[in-house]
C-alpha cells in the first residue's frame, strides 16, 4: 500500500487519501534514459464540493495516471484503484511490444475483478494510465483507460495537431471504438449552440451525457481499453480528467500545450478561466480539472 498523506506529496508523485480542496502542482520529474518529462497539476471546479480527481507520475517507472471517482468515499476509491495499478504495472516489463500489453491486459483485468469485489458497487472510477518502454530503439506507450478520463497525444508527424487515442468507455460500450473516438473527435470541436443543436441525434445524445451526467465507472472490463501508440522525438502525451476536456476544445488543448514550460498547468489553468466563461457552450463548473502531460525532451 502506499503511503500517500493527505497533502498529496510522495516523492513528487501525487495521490489524495481523501477528498481535498485547492490546487494541486507536484514537481516535474524527467526519466533520462527514455528522454521523458513528466508534469502534473489538479485544481477544484469552481462548484464542486471537494476535488475526487487525482494525478500520480513516476519517472522512473515510466508510469503515468490521471484519476477521477465518485460515491460516497471517492479519496478512498482513488487510493484503492491507484494501489492496484501502481502495484500491478511492476509486473508489466514485456521484452517485446506484444507480451507487454499482454501484461497490461491481465493486470487491468485483475484490477478491475479486485475493484469491483472491493467496492461492491458503491461508487466507482474512471482512470487512464500509461507506461512507457523502449523496444529495439524505439519508445512506446501502453495505454489503459475506462470510463471518460482520456489520452491525446501531441503529434508531430504530417503536421502538428492533438489526437484523441482513447474513447469514452462507459458511453461507447457495445459500440465501435473507432467510430465512437471519431464522434468524441468531433464534439471536442464544437463552440456554438448552432453546432450544437446541428448534431445527429447519436452525437447530440453523447453530448448530453458528456456534459451533464458524470457517469465514470472502472468496475466494467468491456469498458476497458489497453492499446499502444509509437513515441517520436516532439511528441506530447496528454492525460485529462473531464473537466479539462469538457471546458476545452481540441485546438484550445492543443494550444495550451504547444509552447509552454508548464503544459500540465497551463491546461487545467485554462479549463479553469474557460468553466467560468459565460459565452463557452462547453462551460462546466462541476467537475475538476486535472492534467499530466508527458513530453519527449531529445
Not at 516523492?11 to 533520462?32: A, T
Not at 515510466?62 to 477521477?68: D, Y
Not at 458524470?214 to 473531464?242: C, Y
Request: charged share 25%.
Amino acid at each position: 500500500m502506499l503511503n500517500i498523506d493527505k497533502i498529496g506529496y510522495l516523492d513528487n508523485n501525487v495521490g489524495m487519501s481523501e477528498p481535498r480542496e485547492g490546487s494541486i502542482i507536484p514537481s516535474p520529474e524527467v526519466n533520462s534514459a527514455l528522454n521523458l518529462r513528466f508534469s502534473g497539476a489538479s485544481e477544484k471546479g469552481i462548484k464542486a464540493i471537494v476535488n475526487r480527481d487525482l494525478v500520480y507520475f513516476n519517472s522512473d517507472e515510466g508510469l503515468a495516471i490521471v484519476l477521477s471517482s465518485y460515491g460516497p468515499n471517492p479519496g478512498g476509491i482513488n487510493q484503492m484503484l491507484l494501489d492496484l495499478l501502481v502495484k500491478g504495472n511492476k509486473q508489466v516489463e514485456g521484452r517485446s511490444m506484444r507480451e507487454a500489453e499482454g501484461q497490461m491486459e491481465q493486470m487491468i483485468d485483475g484490477a478491475s475483478e479486485k475493484f469491483v469485489k472491493e467496492t461492491q458497487g458503491v461508487g466507482g472510477c474512471s482512470v487512464t494510465g500509461v507506461k512507457f518502454f523502449e523496444f529495439d530503439g524505439q519508445r512506446a506507450g501502453i495505454i489503459f483507460s475506462a470510463g471518460r478520463t482520456r489520452f491525446y497525444k501531441f503529434q508531430v508527424q504530417d503536421g502538428r495537431f492533438l489526437d484523441l487515442l482513447t474513447s469514452d468507455g462507459v458511453i461507447s460500450r457495445g459500440k465501435d471504438r473507432e467510430m465512437t473516438r471519431d464522434w468524441f473527435k468531433i464534439l471536442d470541436q464544437v463552440t456554438t449552440q448552432e453546432e450544437i443543436n446541428g448534431l445527429a441525434p447519436e452525437l447530440k445524445r453523447l453530448w448530453d451525457e458528456n456534459m451533464e451526467n458524470p457517469l465514470i465507472e472502472f468496475s466494467r472490463q468491456n469498458s476497458i481499453q489497453v492499446l499502444n501508440t509509437p513515441i517520436f522525438e516532439g511528441t506530447k502525451i496528454v492525460l485529462t480528467t473531464p473537466g479539462v476536456h469538457r471546458n476545452l476544445t481540441g485546438d484550445e488543448m492543443f494550444q495550451a500545450i504547444e509552447e509552454t514550460p508548464e503544459p500540465a498547468k497551463a491546461l487545467v489553468d485554462l479549463a479553469q478561466q474557460r468553466s467560468q466563461d459565460p459565452t463557452n457552450v462547453r462551460a462546466n463548473q462541476r467537475y475538476n480539472h486535472s492534467a499530466v502531460v508527458v513530453e519527449d525532451i531529445s
